[in-house]
């Protein structure tokens, strides 16, 4: 990870790119290493593959909250990514993260 941030900071992006590939090997479930690519490869111009580690990075953390334990006044379990709140937050969370993304000075 430090690599890759070195590599980002210094403007080599492809370093970047192919050290976080590294840590996606390594943990293939870490939604940082997923989002930090996926930012990395959007604002790069690979729009498509940008979008595949983001949405993986969307999934894992969709999964995660529905894996809780909320239950209804009924004591039915309830995802709570089926919520209009959580799917706000889900896309205000992703929107946050591109715009911070955009903002840094690489």
């Known amino acids: 990870k430090a690599l ?3 590599a980002a ?7 970047a790119q192919s ?3 590294n840590c996606l090997f390594l943990d293939p479930s ?12 959007l604002l790069d111009g690979s729009v498509n593959e940008g979008r595949h580690y983001l949405r993986r990075a969307v999934d894992l953390w969709a999964a995660s909250r529905s894996s809780s334990d909320e239950t209804d006044t009924s004591g039915n379990p309830v995802s709570s990514i089926e ?3 959580a799917n706000q937050a889900l896309f ?15």
């Not at 900071?9 to 370093?15: C, E, L, S, T, Y």
């Open 4 to 6: 890759a941030l070195a």
């Open 9 to 15: 900071f210094q403007g080599d992006w492809n370093a």
């Open 19 to 21: 050290h976080l590939k």
């Open 30 to 41: 870490n939604t940082e290493y997923l989002q930090r690519l996926g930012g990395l490869l």
């Open 83 to 85: 919520t209009p709140h």
């Open 92 to 106: 205000s969370w992703m929107i946050e993260y591109l715009h911070g993304a955009v903002a840094m000075s690489w």
